[in-house]
């Protein structure tokens, strides 16, 4: 079997199967993912198809809004902004500062938020006339994801399929903030 230039063997021309990519929730997945779409990026097997949920979705979206050859920098660019170091704590503590870095880490989110992502809602948004139903203002997500999504091409793209799952329903291509 022949080789490609990464040493991943190459897809054969007689593999007329569709490549299928569902990427589950839960933040902490979500970055791992990015990983496994770079290791199939770097091999023949690109998904055909590709499907999501919560931060799956966000993944999902920034993969198939994207031309194969921008995927996985955009993905990066993601993954760079939204887990950016806080800055208050050097890098690579052992323990017991690393626990105490971690604290800080988890409370400085819990409060300002993360960048690229959310942030939570100003004190006077509480009291204006919109009944906010969540502790966090997500906009700033929408306008990353503005940046790095052609949400035109999720809609009309050939090369890959997008489904996004939502409650127990499925959805349609099509990207709604």
């Given at each position: 079997?022949?080789?490609?230039?990464?040493?991943?063997?190459?897809?054969?021309?007689?593999?007329?199967?569709?490549?299928?990519?569902?990427?589950?929730?839960?933040?902490?997945?979500?970055?791992?993912?990015?990983?496994?779409?770079?290791?199939?990026?770097?091999?023949?097997?690109?998904?055909?198809?590709?499907?999501?949920?919560?931060?799956?979705?966000?993944?999902?979206?920034?993969?198939?809004?994207?031309?194969?050859?921008?995927?996985?920098?955009?993905?990066?660019?993601?993954?760079?902004?939204?887990?950016?170091?806080?800055g208050f704590w050097p890098a690579g503590f052992d323990?017991?500062?690393?626990?105490?870095?971690?604290?800080?880490?988890?409370?400085?989110?819990?409060?300002?938020?993360?960048?690229?992502?959310?942030?939570?809602?100003?004190?006077?948004?509480?009291?204006?006339?919109?009944?906010?139903?969540?502790?966090?203002?997500?906009?700033?997500?929408?306008?990353?994801?503005?940046?790095?999504?052609?949400?035109?091409?999720?809609?009309?793209?050939?090369?890959?399929?997008?489904?996004?799952?939502?409650?127990?329903?499925?959805?349609?291509?099509?990207?709604?903030?």
């Amino acid at each position: 079997m022949a080789e490609t230039p990464n040493g991943f063997p190459a897809r054969p021309s007689s593999y007329g199967k569709k490549v299928g990519l569902v990427l589950q929730g839960g933040g902490a997945l979500g970055s791992y993912q990015a990983g496994v779409y770079e290791a199939l990026a770097s091999s023949e097997y690109l998904p055909d198809w590709i499907a999501g949920i919560s931060i799956g979705d966000i993944n999902a979206a920034i993969i198939a809004g994207n031309r194969a050859d921008e995927r996985v920098k955009n993905l990066r660019a993601f993954w760079n902004e939204i887990t950016g170091h806080a800055g208050f704590w050097p890098a690579g503590f052992d323990w017991p500062l690393a626990s105490m870095q971690r604290h800080a880490s988890i409370l400085m989110a819990l409060t300002l938020g993360q960048p690229g992502f959310f942030v939570p809602w100003q004190l006077h948004d509480w009291f204006s006339s919109n009944k906010r139903i969540s502790y966090y203002d997500t906009s700033a997500l929408k306008r990353t994801l503005e940046r790095l999504v052609d949400f035109d091409r999720i809609n009309k793209a050939n090369d890959i399929r997008f489904e996004r799952r939502r409650g127990e329903c499925w959805h349609r291509p099509v990207f709604v903030f």
